[in-house]
């Protein structure tokens, strides 16, 4: 069965900070790996979508990898900002027909101006 | 091209009775999963629809139900309810290669079971 395990719950960092927040995930058999944001109360948007046979994605501040082998993906965030406060959700997508995402519980990012 | 619809956004229900949330998927995605999300807690796959069709479930009873529509929209249909059933209920849509292109999410329902 495959859990995702997000550490630590909460994080809080002053603005300007770059920034790692990591998942690890126990069955290396996935189609590719999801990060979302969650703002509180309000649905999912996908940030970056690694596909298992790439190493790593970016967008603008972002750069998220993956390494199925060790099933360990990390989201970097670069100079952070308090507009980046929300809670950071890492998903894998399982392998076979009836693939499904299997969540962590999330990190809540708390940057300080 | 549209993004993933639900509502309602919220919702309020006496324990015992029935519920139906809905979903519209986003353009060119045939597939509709739908998530549980209680508080503080990462979603919980519930089931997931393709071409009218359930095709796959998570540990949830049999009082949660669903369906798909030809258009790919899709239903999500609690009965009995209980107050554990209070959470956002999230959908997701996904086209059958979602190994390449993941899954889009809509804003949830927050449903409140008093």
């Known amino acids: 069965k495959q859990e995702v395990t997000q550490i630590p719950a909460a994080l809080s960092v002053p603005e300007g900070e770059n920034l790692v927040l990591n998942c690890s995930f126990t069955d290396s058999a996935i189609y590719n790996l999801q990060w979302f944001r969650q703002d509180p109360g309000k649905g999912l948007t996908s940030l970056l979508l690694?596909?298992?046979?790439?190493r790593e994605q970016t967008s603008g501040r972002l750069n998220a990898s993956l390494d199925k082998s060790s099933g360990r993906s990390t989201l970097y965030i670069a100079a952070s900002q308090p507009g980046d406060s929300a809670t950071y959700l890492c998903a894998v997508t399982t392998t076979g027909a009836n693939s499904k995402l299997t969540f962590g519980k999330g990190i809540t990012l708390s940057v300080r101006p | 091209e549209t993004g993933v619809t639900q509502s309602p956004t919220h919702l309020i229900k006496t324990r015992g009775q029935q519920v139906t949330l809905r979903c519209s998927s986003q353009s060119g995605h045939n597939t509709v999963s739908w998530y549980q999300q209680a508080l503080g807690q990462g979603p919980q796959f519930i089931f997931q629809y393709y071409r009218e069709e359930e095709n796959g479930r998570g540990n949830f009873p049999p009082r949660f139900s669903g369906l798909q529509f030809p258009n790919y929209s899709s239903e999500l249909n609690v009965n009995a309810l209980e107050l554990d059933d209070s959470a956002l209920y999230l959908c997701?849509?996904?086209?059958?290669?979602?190994?390449?292109?993941?899954?889009?999410f809509g804003s949830g329902t927050r449903l409140t079971v008093v």
């Open positions: 997701a849509s996904s086209s059958r290669d979602r190994a390449l292109r993941g899954y889009t």
């Open positions: 690694i596909q298992s046979s790439q």
